[in-house]
């Protein structure tokens, strides 16, 4: 069983190049998106515990491959010198159900997540958008800032965060990125004159980050940090002005910031799923006057193309180490024999 740990993942990432990696993973979600119907998968699990969340994102591709990841979300962890959200994840096969990699997937999700919103962003926002703002800048923000330079011509990025701490890294981790910084004293100042809004904050609760009197026609906004029951970022206004796009609507709803609606009018005012704009089934932007939102909760079929990749390029590269997690028996109905 091979075993991605973060020491091979990111030495991964050097010798196949950030840009390729993410690059090919926009790929490899556009394609697995597309054939999403060919999946079984179902909305998350959680258990909701004091200070946060436990999740397991499960997804089967009935031809070859079974995933799963389990995450986190506590959001009063920094408190602590520990991460908002750390996970581990595993690729099993499903003609034998033996495990064939685990992987650290703390570092691959803020990846995939990035990469998931620069394709959504690819579909939704105009083609002449140049000014990115980021309301949270935390673990995923120049991940997100990184991606959406694969996709759209971005000269300036506005950003904001409660945590001053967390701007100063923000702004030092971007600094040679060749593109225009602007700190800004609050989110309101940050959305100014944006092409795209990216708002991913950790407080489990329901906020207005995003007021709707701030949100100009034209804008595309990325909302990434509604992903649990209880947690969303907009005001709801801003549901009634966008033209809703979402990845798996039964799981968006739970989740997402169409949790603030009655079902049948969420079912009304969502467009579309990710993979219906990608297949042609649905149109993305059609005019440059729309709001679009990407009301993105992160589902499991991400994670599955993100380990699916790097198990692929893990191979490639000779990289990850191997361990022997599943027994290897000449018997295979004589498992006692490993005490003997």
């Not at 993410?22 to 179902?42: A, E, G, P, V, W």
């Not at 990841?69 to 099993?92: D, F, R």
Request: aromatic share 8%.
């Amino acid at each position: 069983m091979k075993i991605i740990t973060i020491e091979s993942l990111t030495q991964l990432l050097h010798r196949h190049g950030f840009n390729n990696f993410m690059n090919d993973l926009m790929k490899t979600l556009r394609y697995d998106f597309s054939r999403s119907h060919t999946f079984s998968q179902i909305p998350r699990p959680a258990m909701h515990v004091p200070g946060g969340v436990l999740e397991l994102m499960p997804l089967c591709d009935n031809t070859e491959y079974f995933s799963y990841k389990y995450v986190n979300c506590h959001p009063l962890n920094p408190l602590k010198n520990k991460m908002t959200v750390v996970a581990t994840g595993q690729l099993s096969r499903i003609d034998t159900g033996y495990p064939v990699m685990f992987s650290e997937m703390t570092l691959l999700t803020a990846l995939r997540t990035a990469a998931t919103s620069a394709l959504a962003t690819d579909l939704l926002a105009r083609k002449d958008a140049k000014i990115a703002a980021i309301i949270g800048n935390g673990a995923q923000s120049e991940f997100q800032v990184k991606a959406l330079q694969l996709v759209r011509d971005i000269k300036t990025v506005r950003y904001f965060d409660i945590d001053l701490n967390a701007m100063t890294k923000f702004a030092h981790n971007l600094a040679n990125l060749g593109i225009k910084l602007i700190a800004c004293k609050d989110a309101e100042s940050a959305v100014y004159g944006a092409d795209i809004i990216t708002v991913c904050t950790a407080d489990k609760a329901n906020r207005e980050v995003l007021k709707d009197k701030w949100i100009h026609e034209g804008v595309h906004i990325n909302a990434l940090g509604g992903d649990t029951v209880g947690k969303t970022e907009l005001e709801l206004g801003i549901l009634y002005r966008s033209k809703i796009v979402v990845e798996f609507f039964e799981q968006s709803f739970i989740e997402g910031e169409i949790q603030k609606l009655e079902r049948k009018e969420a079912l009304k005012r969502v467009h579309a799923q990710l993979n219906e704009i990608i297949n042609n089934k649905k149109k993305g932007r059609e005019h440059d006057e729309e709001i679009t939102l990407f009301d993105s909760v992160g589902i499991g079929l991400e994670d599955y193309s993100a380990l699916t990749l790097v198990y692929n390029l893990a191979k490639k590269y000779s990289l990850g180490e191997h361990l022997s997690i599943v027994p290897e028996l000449t018997n295979p109905k004589n498992l006692f024999s490993l005490i003997q």
